[in-house]
């Protein structure tokens, strides 16, 4: 077994930019940071023979970025005919106005502010380009705006921010809840089980080749987070500050901040559940 298939949901080393499947191509932006990893996951998706595209979350807004990704599509002999936003965090969707202005495209998402054109998005939608399909799954927790894409023909879903190619996301409170997430974890579990989801394409890092095995593992980190923030609760923690001190003690301080909104959504779950 290699060091990659050990780590959860088998990650795949190598180059991140390029296809990732038979019908996804990554085109990675050039905004790595501690919070983004190795930059945003800008997806081009479309059928093999077909010459239209749909691009999931441009990125920031970098000219260099987006007109790589819209040659990308040009260079496989595609027309970007589409754009869909995973969710409206700025790394994945401050570009998007710039790259429905390129491609003259309408761009489509679950938040109204964000859409360019007549048509959101919202459960039960399928999304049909040039005979692709892309069925839209809601996926609140991170934000209250979070969808994943799920990519039937090869069975993959392309999941933002929700669950990430390396490392856990941020429960970004107050907009994300901690019961909406881990409702949300549960459904994309119910994917890999019984739609026989096995790839995920993240907005961050490396495709992942065992959904199931990303999935549980990250139902299992956030029920010992929330363990160790209850924890840290009954000991004398009073404030979120504190409790990250205390639970987030081995991780890099620059995170801290994100791992405070974390702990937040935690400590209003314990609270409503009674618990704390």
Same mark, same amino acid.
């Given at each position: 077994?290699?060091?990659?298939?050990?780590?959860?949901?088998?990650?795949?080393?190598?180059?991140l930019s390029?296809?990732?499947?038979?019908?996804?191509?990554?085109?990675?932006?050039?905004?790595?940071s501690a919070m983004?990893?190795?930059?945003?996951?800008?997806?081009?998706?479309?059928e093999p023979?077909?010459?239209l595209?749909?691009?999931?979350?441009?990125?920031?807004?970098?000219?260099v970025?987006l007109r790589?990704?819209?040659?990308?599509?040009a260079?496989?002999?595609?027309?970007?005919?589409?754009?869909l936003?995973t969710?409206?965090?700025p =790394?994945? /969707?401050? &570009? *998007?106005?710039? !790259?429905?202005?390129?491609?003259?495209?309408?761009v489509? $998402?679950?938040?109204?502010?964000?859409?360019l054109g007549?048509?959101?998005?919202g459960?039960?939608?399928?999304v049909?380009?040039?005979?692709?399909?892309?069925r839209?799954?809601?996926?609140?927790?991170?934000?209250?705006?979070?969808?994943?894409?799920?990519?039937?023909?090869?069975?993959?879903?392309l999941?933002?921010?929700?669950?990430?190619?390396?490392?856990?996301?941020v429960?970004?409170h107050?907009?994300?809840?901690?019961?909406?997430?881990?409702?949300?974890?549960?459904?994309l579990r119910?994917?890999t089980?019984?739609?026989?989801?096995?790839?995920?394409?993240?907005?961050?890092?490396?495709?992942? =080749?065992? /959904?199931? &095995? *990303?999935?549980? !593992?990250?139902l299992?980190?956030?029920?010992?987070?929330? $363990?160790q923030?209850e924890?840290?609760?009954e000991?004398?923690?009073?404030?979120?500050?504190?409790?990250?001190?205390?639970?987030?003690?081995d991780?890099?301080?620059?995170?801290?901040?994100?791992?405070?909104?974390?702990?937040?959504a935690?400590?209003?779950?314990?609270?409503?559940?009674?618990?704390?």
């Open positions: 077994m290699t060091e990659a298939a050990a780590l959860p949901g088998q990650p795949r080393g190598g180059v390029g296809p990732a499947t038979a019908r996804a191509v990554n085109v990675l932006a050039p905004n790595a983004t990893l190795d930059g945003t996951n800008t997806w081009i998706v479309s023979d077909s010459e595209a749909v691009v999931v979350d441009p990125g920031p807004l970098d000219d970025h790589h990704v819209v040659d990308t599509a260079k496989a002999g595609k027309r970007v005919a589409l754009t936003l969710h409206g965090h =790394d994945h /969707a401050e &570009g *998007a106005g710039r !790259f429905a202005e390129l491609t003259g495209t309408n489509r $998402a679950l938040d109204p502010a964000l859409r007549d048509e959101g998005l459960h039960g939608d399928v049909s380009v040039g005979g692709l399909e892309l839209v799954v809601p996926t609140p927790g991170h934000t209250a705006d979070s969808l994943c894409f799920h990519l039937p023909a090869d069975q993959a879903v999941t933002g921010d929700t669950v990430l190619g390396r490392g856990t996301t429960v970004a107050p907009d994300g809840r901690l019961g909406d997430y881990l409702d949300t974890l549960r459904r119910s994917l089980v019984d739609d026989g989801v096995h790839t995920v394409l993240p907005g961050h890092g490396p495709v992942l =080749d065992d /959904a199931q &095995g *990303a999935v549980e !593992f990250y299992a980190h956030r029920a010992h987070r929330l $363990a923030v924890t840290a609760v000991n004398g923690c009073t404030s979120p500050e504190d409790v990250v001190a205390r639970v987030y003690a991780v890099d301080r620059s995170l801290w901040p994100a791992a405070e909104l974390s702990v937040r935690q400590l209003e779950y314990l609270r409503e559940h009674g618990l704390i």
